[in-house]
T-cell receptor
Framework: AQKVTQAQTEISVVEKEDVTLDCVYE???????LFWYKQPPSGELVFLIR??????QNEISGRYSWNFQKSTSSFNFTITASQVVDSAVYFC??????????????FGSGTRLSIRP | DGGITQSPKYLFRKEGQNVTLSCEQN?????MYWYRQDPGQGLRLIYY???????QKGDIAEGYSVSREKKESFPLTVTSAQKNPTAFYLC?????????????FGPGTRLTVL
């Protein structure tokens, strides 16, 4: 069965610190997709990144970076020089192959990130 | 602007009453989804639909019903059979019901049963 684990329930750091959010997943599929979403206090989930299982290159987008390691089944998310606006709940998610007729996204339980001024 | 709208933002219901949550999208997406979120927890899938007039149960469908008469609309009814309906409900859509496509989310409806 598929599963996504975000062991960090809450993280609090001071502004400008770097912070890493951990994500560990389980799947039997060889082809799958991983996602990160941000949920600000308004409640709406905002898509951040998608990564397929064949692409292990790390990705950087501004202050955000993602480290995908198949060997450890992890897809960690790092925010560099954090800002107060980064405060939100962050969800890691996993989806089956595009060829599955019933593919769904499985979400982790989320990590609440608080950035203190 | 393209997007997903959910209404109302806040909804109060008395025990024993059915209530319908609205979800509309103008993204021309084929697939639509309903999730439930409880405090401190992730999202759990209630129902999803790949195409008009077709939908499938998710992980927690009991006490809920849906319809998909139009591509743009996917309303969710929370029935009196749902034993603990107080939660935050999120609607989403994607280009097709496929693992490769990210889902886009609406702003959510917070339902409180009094």
């Amino acid at each position: 069965a598929q599963k996504v684990t975000q062991a960090q329930t809450e993280i609090s750091v001071v502004e400008k610190e770097d912070v890493t959010l951990d994500c560990v997943y389980e799947t039997r599929d060889t082809t799958y997709y991983l996602f990160w979403y941000k949920q600000p206090p308004s409640g709406e989930l905002v898509f951040l990144i998608r990564r397929n299982s064949f692409d292990e290159q790390n990705e950087i987008s501004g202050r955000y970076s993602w480290n995908f390691q198949k060997s450890t089944s992890s897809f960690n998310f790092t925010i560099t020089a954090s800002q107060v606006v980064d405060s939100a709940v962050y969800f890691c998610a996993l989806s089956e192959s595009a060829y599955s007729s019933a593919s769904k996204i499985i979400f982790g339980s989320g990590t609440r990130l608080s950035i203190r001024p | 602007d393209g997007g997903i709208t959910q209404s109302p933002k806040y909804l109060f219901r008395k025990e024993g009453q059915n209530v319908t949550l609205s979800c509309e999208q103008n993204l021309n997406h084929d697939a639509m989804y309903w999730y439930r979120q409880d405090p401190g927890q992730g999202l759990r899938l209630i129902y999803y639909s790949q195409i008009v007039n077709d939908f499938q149960k998710g992980d927690i469908a009991e006490g809920y019903s849906v319809s998909r008469e139009k591509k743009e609309s996917f309303p969710l009814t929370v029935t009196s059979a749902q034993k603990n309906p107080t939660a935050f409900y999120l609607c989403a859509s994607s280009l097709r019901e496929s693992g490769s496509n990210e889902q886009f989310f609406g702003p959510g409806t917070r339902l409180t049963v009094l």
